[in-house]
T-cell receptor, first 109, second 115 residues
């Protein structure tokens, strides 16, 4: 089956700096890669996604890049704000979703 | 996106009792629902896939006799934790695959505490 690894597990940045979270996957059949933001005690919320036929996607301060050959994809958050503080999960979908282990992001005001 | 509701949002029960969690799709029919469990500071772990009108598919290591899933209608899937024990205390989240898309929409989750 698929194996999704996510790094780092925790990340602290100063407000205004950029944050980068990286994930790798093992199953070359995976073709959809969403990123979720989860605040404490709440449901995961989809923030951006990318399909395997695209190398990069951007939505305002959030961007995702995908390297299919190397089987890794990354989340980039620019101009971070305190409200970006949360746990972020990557996922890869082949025949089902496989989630990364999560990154706890803290943005320091 | 789709709206998925869950009930109850939290429950405290005594060890040995059974707890039923409902997951409802509010704006379109769901032939499939996913049930996840999330322990504190950990990722979401898929427990089972619920299929309307047929048996659920359980992930390896998940006891189907302990976690009973029923998906009797296109808008409701239920997860019953039978004979709950303290180690079953967790955050249980259902999700519905988006119609015609790859993504999924999560319910708000149910926090279970077994004393």
């Amino acid at each position: 089956g698929e194996n999704v690894e996510q790094h780092p597990s925790t990340l602290s940045v100063q407000e205004g700096d950029s944050a980068v979270i990286k994930c790798t996957y093992s199953d070359s059949a995976s073709n959809y890669f969403p990123w979720y933001k989860q605040e404490l005690g709440k449901r995961p919320q989809l923030i951006i996604d990318i399909r395997s036929n695209v190398g990069e996607k951007k939505d305002q301060r959030i961007a995702v890049t995908l390297n299919k050959t190397a089987k890794h994809f990354s989340l980039h958050i620019t101009e971070t704000q305190p409200e970006d503080s949360a746990v972020y999960f990557c996922a890869a979908r082949g025949n089902q979703f496989y989630f990364g282990t999560g990154t706890s992001l803290t943005v320091i005001p | 996106g789709a709206v998925v509701s869950q009930h109850p949002s939290w429950v405290i029960c005594k060890s040995g009792t059974s707890v039923k969690i409902e997951c409802r799709s509010l704006d379109f029919q769901a032939t499939t629902m996913f049930w996840y469990r999330q322990f504190p500071k950990q990722s979401l772990m898929l427990m089972a896939t619920s299929n309307e009108g047929s048996k659920a598919t359980y992930e390896q290591g998940v006891e189907k006799d302990k976690f009973l899933i029923n998906h009797a209608s296109l808008t409701l899937s239920t997860l019953t934790v039978t004979s709950a024990h303290p180690e079953d205390s967790s955050f249980y989240i259902c999700s519905q695959p988006a119609k015609g898309q790859e993504t999924q929409y999560f319910g708000p989750g149910t926090r279970l505490l077994v004393l």
